[in-house]
């Protein structure tokens, strides 16, 4: 089992930035690939930024350029840096990982609100 913790998320104006944590526990040390998703109401949960477990990042067409995912091995912590927002970013982040095994687990979430 891995337990993860988000946090980080608020209110801000548009153009400001934003830091999301993500605090994984339990069986950290199987984590394979870590990732940062969101979902508005009315949408389907969607993947925002993903890092592998080979150091490759991938992002979504509409936040390359703005968000930058990172992690902290030493620390079990994944981060999603978020500069520039815009009010089409306003979701509940949510992280997620993937283990060795297959399984994989969600944060609780954490809301962002981009205001005009």
């Known amino acids: 089992q891995v337990q993860l913790v988000e946090s980080g998320g608020g209110l801000v104006q548009a153009g400001g930035s934003l830091r999301l944590s993500c605090a994984a526990s339990g069986r950290a040390f199987s984590i394979n690939a870590m990732g940062w998703y969101r979902q508005s109401p009315g949408n389907q949960r969607e993947s925002v930024a993903t890092?592998?477990?080979?150091?490759?990042?991938i992002y979504a067409d509409s936040v390359k350029g703005r968000f930058t995912i990172s992690r902290d091995i030493a620390k079990a912590m994944v981060y999603l840096q978020m500069n520039s927002l815009k009010p089409e970013d306003t979701a509940v982040y949510y992280c997620s990982v993937s283990t060795r095994d297959g399984s994989v687990y969600w944060g609780q979430g954490t809301q962002v609100t981009v205001s005009s």
């Open positions: 890092l592998t477990s080979g150091g490759r990042t």
